[in-house]
């Protein structure tokens, strides 16, 4: 089955570390899209991408890296700027955005990554 | 830019009963509109969505939902509810238009269903 695949489900930080966290998607969507998710704010957005090689920051990007060298990968970095890293973290893919029928497909999500800080 | 308001952080509700989780938005072009689940520990789930069309929509599990644009709600509904609905449920808007791509989502409403 086609499905959005994160890994690992949970993840581990020390103090000036950068960690990566993984987003596989074999549904062949090209945009892809990176969230946190804190008690009570809902989900907000970090980067998103909505073709190979190009992303753009989203409401939250500070402290955070994205890549897209592939369609079906998009790795998020937590890097040691980000200060307050403990959140769920999800990511999430649709059909290309645009003008025409596909583009008000809802976007898909994979089951999270829990961050936490040692 | 549009936003997204759930009156309700929490919901608790008896097994069988009614009932409704509020959903308000702002936009100043049309929109489309969502709901999904998140059971704990997991992803998000599409229940429904209303792209344009009968403002009244169904979707998975017996819920629906309610498109009013003077009101500018999006109210999901269930007749009837089952331990199982115990989950937390998201609005969420889309902007049409060429080139909006992003889901602006609510904060989010704990639905707790009592046995």
């Known amino acids: 089955d086609g499905g959005i695949t994160q890994s690992p489900k949970y993840l581990f930080r020390k103090e000036g570390q950068n960690v990566t966290l993984s987003c596989e998607q074999n549904?062949?969507?090209?945009?892809m899209y990176w969230y946190r998710q804190d008690p009570g704010q809902g989900l907000r957005l970090i980067y998103y991408?909505?073709?190979?090689?190009?992303?753009q920051k989203g409401d939250i990007a500070e402290g955070y890296s994205v890549s897209r060298e592939k369609k079906e990968s998009f790795p998020l970095t937590v890097t040691s700027a980000q200060k307050n890293p403990t959140a769920f973290y999800l990511c999430?893919?649709?059909?290309?955005?645009?003008?025409?029928?596909?583009?008000?497909?809802?976007?898909?999500f994979g089951d999270g990554t829990r961050l936490s800080i040692l | 830019a549009q936003s997204v308001t759930q009156l309700d952080s929490q919901v608790p509700v008896f097994e069988e009963a009614p009932v409704e989780l509020r959903c308000n938005y702002s936009?100043?072009?049309?929109?489309?509109l969502f709901w999904y689940v998140q059971y704990p520990n997991q992803g998000l789930q599409l229940l429904l969505k209303?792209?344009?069309?009968?403002?009244l929509v169904k979707g998975i599990n017996g819920f629906e939902a309610e498109f009013n644009k003077s009101q500018t709600s999006f109210h999901l509904r269930k007749p009837s509810v089952h331990i199982s609905d115990t989950a937390e449920y998201f609005c969420?808007?889309?902007?049409?238009?060429?080139?909006?791509?992003?889901?602006?989502f609510g904060k989010g409403t704990k639905l707790s269903v009592i046995p």
């Open positions: 991408s909505q073709i190979v090689n190009d992303f």
């Open positions: 936009s100043s072009v049309s929109v489309y």
């Open positions: 999430a893919s649709s059909p290309k955005e645009g003008p025409g029928p596909r583009s008000n497909q809802p976007q898909h």
């Open positions: 549904l062949n969507h090209d945009a």
């Open positions: 969420a808007v889309r902007t049409s238009g060429a080139g909006s791509y992003q889901l602006t």
């Open positions: 209303y792209l344009s069309g009968s403002t």
